[in-house]
């Protein structure tokens, strides 16, 4: 196999091992990665307010509006308008929302950051510098990305009919 042949089996895999991720944290927790996320920051700080998980997770403000939206409807959460300052909303995690952290299992990201942080600052800068010659190779050095490690669901209307 041609070197290239085999960096892209590994893209592959990666991507192959965070759908799979994905897919295992929905099934036995039915979160999603950006909700789990979420609902660890709003635990982490209650009454945090949307705009700064959306800065603290690096993503932008209406995904996070979106899904909070989502975990509100659920009963996982649910927002307070500030009794000083109508425009500030607090977050906070329901009871079902608390129980719901209790048993998830650890982001994706987590665990890579772990394993990542436990590399020497060398090795970290040399995968780093790596995989930013990818991302431009691949011309996706423009594109806007979070460091939340998901493969969003294709939208239904894109995807092609059989």
């Known amino acids: 196999m041609e070197k290239y042949e085999e960096l892209l089996v590994s893209i592959r895999k990666v991507i192959r091992a965070i759908d799979l991720h994905s897919k295992q944290l929905n099934k036995s927790s039915g979160l999603t990665g950006p909700q789990l996320l979420i609902m660890k920051e709003i635990s982490q700080v209650s009454g945090v307010m949307a705009s700064q998980i959306a800065k603290n997770i690096n993503v932008s403000a209406a995904t996070v509006t979106n899904i909070l939206d989502r975990l509100e409807k659920r009963n996982l959460i649910h927002r307070v308008r500030s009794l000083e300052d109508k425009r500030r909303v607090g977050l906070y995690l329901s009871d079902e929302g608390k129980e719901c952290l209790v048993?998830?299992?650890?982001?994706?990201?987590?665990?890579?950051?772990?394993?990542?942080?436990?590399?020497?600052?060398?090795?970290?800068s040399l995968?780093?510098?790596?995989?930013?010659?990818?991302?431009t190779m691949m011309d996706a050095n423009e594109l806007d990305a979070s460091p939340v490690l998901e493969i969003a669901p294709m939208d239904n209307s894109i995807r092609e009919k059989p």
Not at 127 to 135: K, T, V
């Open 103 to 124: 048993g998830a299992p650890q982001p994706l990201q987590e665990h890579f950051i772990d394993k990542f942080c436990s590399l020497k600052d060398w090795e970290q």
């Open 127 to 135: 995968l780093l510098s790596s995989m930013q010659r990818i991302a």
